[in-house]
């Protein structure tokens, strides 16, 4: 298994090293040979330029080479993955290369079961922050929290966002008070790649995992473009400039200025139900990042990002200012937010396979909102530190990884005349151990023991296991608990956009909310195959995984006008089956099919009951076409990506009157979007997109819009679309 040492670089647990070889401007180089120096162990490149080739013992240096381009030499210490660029060989008048790349890829020898997002595939959408980029993804759902502030939150294996373990360069990111709005901080532009991990993750990262892992990766000096620009407009009214700078600074350093503004301010009410359509909103976000690379083995990473957001919402004619008992309904949200990080390892060159790791951040995050009549002011403050060793037991088939980690996280909030504070303090250790037969099985066993000043001893089991049943076909099992304190209000601010009454039945004794953790158990199967179908590339996956809960906090909805917050109180399950194929039938078309299905149910006061608002069926197709480069190195490229989503369960709503009475189910319906984009050369692309084609949007989205300030008022009941058709365009110019 993959473990991070905390310099943004993934090191090997399996002493495998990986590794892309390309042309100068980043074309992949497919059957490019890859040879330890001095000696016969190699391997070639696959079609998307990509090598991983066993540790050698002695030798820390790699020779490449490819017909018609200079062979290079390079030096291996302990990087996560190699890039080396090839330079066309002199006595060739010219060279074509056309080599297809998944943008999507599903690994077969890590043991996790993962993807990876590259990329290219978040370009085949607007993708303009985080929450909207899985748009083109089976794995994970996006849909909005209400139908006034226009936040979106994802829900893996059928369960809600706070579940899955949300990482920043490796670092623990979105939780907490961002645990919904977090996935806005986050531009699409200024992400590397993403990797996406189901079921209960790496002890190393914490015990907070219980869905799966996310992972981020960030654009760094090692990786950015020198300049980049981006600029993005939709139909609503909503602007975007994003842009990024990197600088090499002397030998060993480099840093990266990244910066994104957002500006809305156009009001629309296309559904005539007096409420916008979108939000406004004014957003400013910076990122600066500097990285070191030692000649001693020491590298790292330190970042500082500062972030201002202002969203307002609510009816036409609102006009954002102090709350008041004005006739006008209206919602608005500011957000401040400071955080860093700061990230140094050291490899031990003088000892295979041995490295020492740091990990430091801090986040301060403030947030002033009011929704209608309620207010709701939250102030955060964490810190956390991670230390790690690495090594080997024996010989590099057997490694293992200890460490320390130390948590403060400090909450403030208060819910109209109501405050909910409280303090947290963890310190705990792991282990994790790795049996790495490379071609054949690795398995991965891991446990974390913390202490927590609110909750008491907590204990981390995780297990994963890989076995080659063929050299393409992998079968993989995972296993392990997660825990996770709970942030009632944050976690259900979509509900804040109604009259429902909240009642928080915890312990009025405690601190914060008086209600016990979550914790549950979560594990999976899953099979990997990559084959050839009519001699062209393809690969199917299909997994079932099961969350059993030991303890939930149910937010219950099935009475009008109220929403109750309490412990579990019998049983609550997820059972999640997932089934994804993948394949080019010619060349340069990528087609992708999946289905999924849910069976998500909890205890709600004497019933067991489908959790509302989730699809217990949904069908997924995405196709991506691009026309073949021509001399100047232009190119077409079409995507479209449909979704078909079953009914969902509506909460029940019998005690309003008829007029504001919902049905129980949902109604089937299908989304459509798609791109087409331009590419005039490596350094200039224009786009222009479409979402929601189909223009289907969810009837009477808001219960009692004429009546906002009646007790029969609801925003929340989202289960479908709620804006229409939104076309969109832009532009990327970049300078490697």
Not at 277 to 285: G, H, T, V, Y
Request: proline letters at 4%; charged letters at 20%; one cysteine or more.
């Amino acid at each position: 298994m993959s473990l991070f040492l905390f310099l943004g670089m993934q090191l090997t647990a399996q002493d495998v090293v990986r590794g892309i070889v390309t042309t100068k401007d980043k074309s992949p180089l497919p059957g490019a040979t890859v040879v330890w120096l001095n000696t016969r162990s190699g391997t070639v490149t696959e079609l998307d330029g990509k090598f991983e080739i066993a540790r050698h013992p002695s030798v820390n240096s790699l020779v490449v080479s490819f017909v018609g381009y200079q062979s290079d030499t390079v030096m291996y210490t302990g990087q996560s993955e190699l890039i080396i660029r090839l330079q066309a060989g002199e006595q060739l008048e010219a060279a074509e290369i056309e080599a297809e790349r998944e943008s999507t890829e599903m690994s077969l020898i890590d043991p996790l079961i993962s993807q990876t997002i590259g990329e290219q595939e978040l370009c085949k959408a607007a993708c303009c922050n985080l929450s909207e980029a899985f748009e083109t993804n089976a794995s994970i759902d996006a849909s909005f929290t209400d139908a006034v502030t226009g936040t979106r939150q994802i829900r893996m294996l059928g369960l809600d966002g706070k579940y899955t373990q949300i990482l920043k360069d490796n670092i623990p990111d979105v939780r907490g008070l961002s645990s919904i709005y977090g996935l806005t901080y986050i531009p699409g532009t200024w992400i590397n790649q993403i990797s996406i991990s189901k079921g209960a993750g790496s002890v190393v990262n914490g015990y907070e995992s219980i869905t799966g892992e996310i992972n981020v990766g960030m654009k760094s000096p090692d990786n950015a473009e020198r300049l980049y620009v981006n600029a993005y407009a939709n139909q609503g009214g909503r602007i975007e400039l994003n842009a990024g700078v990197m600088k090499p600074i002397g030998k060993h350093w480099g840093t990266t200025l990244l910066t994104h503004g957002e500006y809305g301010a156009a009001r629309w009410d296309n559904n005539n139900d007096g409420f916008l359509d979108n939000p406004l909103k004014k957003d400013f976000i910076l990122r600066n990042e500097w990285s070191f690379h030692g000649d001693n083995g020491m590298n790292g990473t330190y970042q500082v990002s500062w972030l201002e957001q202002d969203n307002v919402g609510g009816q036409f004619d609102f006009t954002p200012g102090e709350i008041t008992t004005q006739p006008i309904w209206g919602a608005r949200i500011q957000t401040t937010r400071l955080d860093g990080s700061a990230k140094t390892g050291y490899v031990f060159k003088e000892k295979e396979g041995t490295s020492l790791g740091t990990q430091f951040s801090g986040v301060y995050h403030e947030q002033s909102s009011y929704f209608g009549t309620k207010t709701y002011d939250g102030k955060q403050r964490s810190f956390r530190g991670n230390v790690l060793f690495q090594s080997q037991l024996g010989n590099k088939e057997n490694t293992y990884v200890v460490g320390a980690t130390y948590t403060h996280d400090e909450f403030n909030e208060q819910l109209d005349s109501t405050s909910y504070a409280r303090v947290e303090n963890t310190v705990g250790g792991y282990a994790e151990y790795t049996l790495n037969k490379l071609e054949l099985i690795t398995v991965v066993a891991g446990l974390r023991l913390d202490y927590n000043s609110l909750y008491g001893l907590i204990y981390t089991p995780r297990l994963h296991v890989r076995y080659s049943i063929t050299e393409n076909t992998s079968l993989k099992l995972a296993a392990g608990r997660g825990f996770r304190s709970p942030n009632v209000i944050m976690e259900n601010v979509g509900l804040l956009a109604s009259s429902r009454t909240w009642d928080i039945q915890g312990d009025p004794n405690k601190p914060g909310f008086g209600l016990d953790p979550e914790s549950a158990w979560n594990g999976g199967i899953s099979l990997v195959s990559k084959f050839k179908l009519r001699y062209r590339d393809a690969s199917l996956a299909v997994d079932f995984y099961r969350t059993h809960f030991e303890n939930q906090i149910i937010a219950d909805m099935e009475t009008a006008g109220t929403v109750k917050f309490y412990n579990l109180n019998g049983p609550s399950w997820s059972n999640s089956f997932q089934t994804e194929f993948s394949w080019s039938p010619v060349k340069r078309l990528d087609v992708r099919v999946a289905y999924r299905w849910l069976n998500v149910k909890s205890q709600y006061g004497n019933d067991i009951l489908d959790k509302p608002l989730v699809a217990a069926h949904r069908g997924f197709l995405n196709l991506a076409y691009a026309t073949k480069l021509n001399e100047k190195d232009r190119q077409w490229k079409f995507d479209v990506t449909t979704q078909a989503v079953g009914q969902k369960r509506i909460p029940n709503t019998q005690a309003n009157p008829e007029e504001y009475e919902l049905p129980a189910w949902s109604d089937p319906y299908v989304v459509v979007n798609a791109q087409v984009t331009r590419v005039f050369g490596p350094k200039f692309e224009v786009y222009l997109g479409g979402e929601n084609l189909t223009n289907y949007r969810q009837p009477d989205a808001i219960v009692a819009a004429s009546e906002p300030f009646s007790p029969y008022f609801d925003a929340s009941m989202i289960w479908g679309p709620v804006f229409g058709r939104m076309a969109y365009a832009g532009l990327r110019w970049k300078i490697e």
